[in-house]
Structure formats: C-alpha cells, structure tokens
C-alpha cells in the first residue's frame, strides 16, 4: 500500500477573515446577485467585487445592497451596465 503525502497549507488570519467575509456577504444577497450580470457564474469581475467587498468590510453590513453597488460604480469596481 502506497503512502500519501500529506500536504498542509497554513492560512493566515487575512485569508481566513477574507473567506469568512466575502462568503457571508454573497450568501446575504444571493437572490440580488442572481439577477446581476456581474453575479453570472465565473464571472471575472466577481474577484474585484470581492477585494472591493473585504475591503469596505467594516460598513457592508449597514449599508443596503443597492447603495454597495453605487459605492463599487463610483470606485471603479462595476460600471452600470453590470447591473
């Protein structure tokens, strides 16, 4: 019988807290980010969503979804035509 190698990736707290924050958020507004072009499967722009997202985690809680996606449109991270 073969031995596995066991490989072990440590995670930091930033990686842990990045996680645990942009997946919080997407599950909040699963149903919002269903009809958004920006929230399609795979797409690209989800990655700078998220940055934008752990970034600005500190306000995202009381800050209504629709206000969110203004705040990324004036930051550069979705144009209108992404909603």
Same mark, same amino acid.
């Given at each position: 019988m073969d031995e596995q190698k066991r490989v072990f990736t440590a995670l930091g707290y930033e990686d842990y807290d990045r996680t645990e924050?942009?997946?919080a958020w997407?599950?909040?507004?699963?149903?919002?980010l269903k009809t958004r072009k920006y929230g399609t499967r795979f797409n690209?722009? !989800?990655n700078k969503v998220y940055d934008w997202v752990? *970034?600005?985690r500190d306000i995202i809680w009381d800050?209504?979804?629709?206000e969110q996606e203004r705040? !990324?449109?004036a930051d550069g991270v979705l144009?209108? *035509?992404d909603i």
């Open positions: 924050t942009t997946s997407f599950v909040s507004n699963m149903n919002e690209p722009k !989800m752990y *970034e600005h800050t209504p979804f629709e705040m !990324m449109i144009t209108p *035509e």
